[in-house]
T-cell receptor, first 116, second 113 residues
């Protein structure tokens, strides 16, 4: 149990376009979902935390107008990278927390974004 | 500013021997520590955790040791198996239900048959 999926697993887009990444909890309801970013040879860094039905909370230095997060249901959160630039190329990974049984975060497999 | 550090990017160990993965942290407010294991094309999966009120937690072949005064923790795997080959991430937080997990950069463990 506790499976989190992400779609797509990799995407290439042109500079200036927008890309949407989906994160789904497949067998549990996620009260909270998290979005992380990992640059090469660096650690996973939390970008934002979202609770179903409310606005996401962004970490310092993360532009909320550039990285739009929507958590419309207890099983789906989306991250939209707007007006993508090459420096946005990174590995984006989501996690979900169920919080009734445990506080553990369950991670998705990640999405590799390349902006050309 | 990297608050959780894994200074060894890779480690190779013979099957059956002990694997020791190390992690250091700088934030004295961290009181909950976790180890995650990651296979290629998969997300990190939770392996074992330890609260700062303990200095050791054991789960089967996996043991985590915490040295609060040194701000250091380690993961011991014994005996190591080829299936243990993966990237291991150390993470820390303030409290068990904290939103913000601070991760290390990971250590790639290769267990040689």
């Amino acid at each position: 149990g506790a499976v989190v999926s992400q779609h797509p697993s990799w995407v290439i887009c042109k500079s200036g376009t927008s890309v949407k990444i989906e994160c789904r909890s497949l067998d549990f309801q996620a009260t909270t979902m998290f979005w992380y970013r990992q640059f090469p040879k660096q650690s996973l860094m939390l970008m934002a935390t979202s609770n179903e039905g409310s606005k996401a909370t962004y970490e310092q230095g993360v532009e909320k107008d550039k990285f739009l997060i929507n958590h419309a249901s207890l099983t789906l959160s989306t991250l939209t990278v707007t007006s993508a630039h090459p420096e946005d190329s990174s590995f984006y990974i989501c996690s979900a927390r169920e919080q009734v049984i445990s506080d553990e975060q369950y991670f998705g497999p990640g999405t590799r974004l390349t902006v050309t | 500013d990297q608050q959780v550090k894994q200074n060894s990017p890779s480690l190779s160990v013979q099957e059956g021997r002990i694997s020791i993965l190390n992690c250091d942290y700088t934030n004295s407010m961290f009181d909950y520590f976790l180890w995650y294991k990651k296979y290629p094309a998969e997300g990190p999966t939770f392996l074992i955790s330890i609260s700062s009120i303990k200095d050791k937690n054991e789960d089967g072949r996996f043991t985590v040791f915490l040295n609060k005064s040194a701000k250091h923790l380690s993961l011991h795997i014994v005996p190591s198996q080829p299936g243990d080959s993966a990237v291991y991430f150390c993470a820390a937080s303030e409290g068990t239900g904290a939103n913000n997990l601070f991760f290390g950069t990971g250590t790639r463990l290769t267990v040689i048959p």
